[in-house]
């Protein structure tokens, strides 16, 4: 079945560095690939996604590209700020015989000190 | 913007008590889902629905039962609790059963059951 894996951390970085979060995937169809933060207290919310091969999600400087032959979708942030200190969550979507089928990572979770 | 309103936020229970989680999305939205989240376990689909009066089964369905009467509601039972279901639940819901549709999530009921 469809699998998606991603670096669990904790990943502690000092304000103003560079983010990279690893996220690979297995998926049988042709899937959609999605980036969700979840902050302290609060659901998932959509940062980026990117629907076909080579697409370049982007949204409040985070960016991942999709990389059908590496089968990855790496989280990138050029300088990262503590308000970024949260979860974030690597997902597939594809299509099964009911429809929709997302599939989420672990989760990394992400803190940025002043 | 309400989006995705779930009740209770918390709710702690001894074992074998019953309760219902009540989830309702305000942007007429075809597909609902329940998902559990634990730590280090990513989320995991319980029961999902696509269209009113249908319900169907996820990875995890055993203990719990869902109803979708209203197209905006989806409720989560849980008929006899048990310490094995301690948890946060998150629903979430969808606009089509497209690959490119991403879930909107609400805020998650924490459940502790003693």
């Known amino acids: 079945g469809d699998s998606v894996t991603q670096m669990e951390g904790p990943v502690t970085l000092s304000e103003e560095a560079f983010l990279t979060i690893n996220c690979t995937y297995t998926?049988?169809?042709?899937?959609?690939l999605f980036w969700y933060v979840q902050y302290p207290g609060e659901g998932l919310q959509l940062l980026l996604k990117?629907?076909?091969?080579?697409d370049k999600g982007s949204n409040k400087g985070f960016e991942a590209t999709y990389r059908k032959e590496t089968t990855s979708f790496h989280l990138e942030k050029g300088s990262v700020q503590v308000s970024d200190s949260a979860v974030y969550f690597c997902?597939?979507?594809?299509?099964?015989?009911?429809?929709?089928?997302?599939?989420f990572g672990p989760g990394t979770r992400l803190s940025v000190l002043p | 913007n309400a989006g995705v309103t779930q009740t209770p936020k918390f709710r702690v229970l001894k074992t074998g008590q019953s309760m219902t989680l009540l989830c309702a999305q305000d942007m007429n939205h075809e597909y609902m889902y329940w998902y559990r989240q634990d730590p280090g376990m990513g989320l995991r689909l319980i029961h999902y629905?696509?269209?009113?009066?249908?319900?169907a089964k996820g990875e995890v369905p055993d203990g719990y039962n869902v109803s979708r009467l209203k197209k905006q509601n989806f409720l989560l039972g849980l008929e006899s609790a048990a310490p094995s279901q301690t948890s946060v639940y998150f629903c979430?819901?969808?606009?089509?059963?497209?690959?490119?549709?991403?879930?909107?999530f609400g805020n998650g009921t924490r459940l502790t059951v003693t």
């Open positions: 997902a597939l979507s594809d299509q099964s015989n009911y429809g929709q089928n997302f599939v």
């Open positions: 990117a629907t076909k091969a080579d």
């Open positions: 998926a049988t169809g042709y899937p959609s």
């Open positions: 629905s696509v269209g009113e009066g249908t319900t």
């Open positions: 979430a819901s969808s606009y089509s059963a497209g690959n490119n549709s991403p879930l909107h």
